[in-house]
């Protein structure tokens, strides 16, 4: 066979071989596309409920609006009806006014005899100078955790602070603009994004780490009567379960 015959079978077989391999990727990822479940309707508070305080919670132009509420006096969580996520990638966009503290829980679980508040993993969300938004702290984890409910930044003030701020006190936008998390849950292995930026990514190694449990949205007590009706708001919340 001569060998510019030899060169076109070549030919052919490689782009048989790529148009395949395209084919594959294109499927795997309509496959992915279609395990994303949403959280939100849109129009609703269906699927969630209040697990603990009383700030007001409502819908508004397509997005589930948190408001810092007077004589609130502990932290409220609307919280998924579901609460049976093990290892999963989670996604939503928020907004967060200037100098309130809000955040996304995972892997929570309500009060109980032992923990007498919602407690379980958070995503923060930090509008301050600490600027920690993307850290990940346990909501109620002091005593569970130690001296610090921190896992990352391993502490929320000095040198473990200092360098956080450094490698990631750039990414968060203020409102009005929108911000997107994302966060990562693998067994014990855990990861979050802002904005498409690598922030936290550690193994929870710990004995009383949550195996499972509920998303639950945040907003926080204040006495600070400047922060009254300041609001935060969550949008396309969806989630891949990976278990």
Request: charged share 25%; hydrophobic share 40%.
């Amino acid at each position: 066979m001569k060998t510019t015959a030899i060169f076109s079978l070549f030919c052919v077989g490689l782009c048989a071989l790529v148009l395949s391999a395209v084919g594959l990727v294109t499927t795997v990822s309509g496959a992915e596309a279609e395990t994303w479940v949403s959280l939100f309707d849109g129009k609703t508070l269906k699927g969630w409920k209040l697990v603990q305080g009383a700030a007001e919670f409502t819908v508004r132009d397509g997005a589930i609006i948190g408001a810092v509420t007077e004589g609130e006096t502990q932290n409220t969580f609307l919280a998924t009806e579901d609460d049976t996520f093990t290892s999963f990638v989670f996604e939503c966009e928020f907004r967060c006014d200037a100098e309130i503290n809000s955040g996304v829980n995972f892997r929570s679980r309500p009060a109980d005899a032992t923990v007498k508040r919602v407690y379980g993993l958070q995503y923060e969300f930090d509008p301050t100078a600490r600027a920690l938004t993307g850290g990940v702290q346990e909501e109620g984890g002091y005593g569970r955790r130690g001296k610090d409910n921190w896992l990352a930044p391993d502490e929320s003030s000095g040198a473990p602070l200092a360098e956080w701020k450094k490698a990631h006190g750039d990414q968060f936008k203020p409102a009005p603009a929108w911000n997107v998390c994302r966060i990562e849950v693998r067994g014990k292995h855990i990861k979050t994004w802002l904005n498409g930026h690598l922030l936290a990514d550690f193994s929870d190694e710990a004995e009383v780490a949550i195996p499972r449990g509920f998303f639950a949205l945040q907003v926080h007590a204040t006495k600070n009567k400047e922060l009254f009706n300041k609001e935060v708001a969550f949008r396309n919340l969806r989630v891949m379960k990976l278990e």
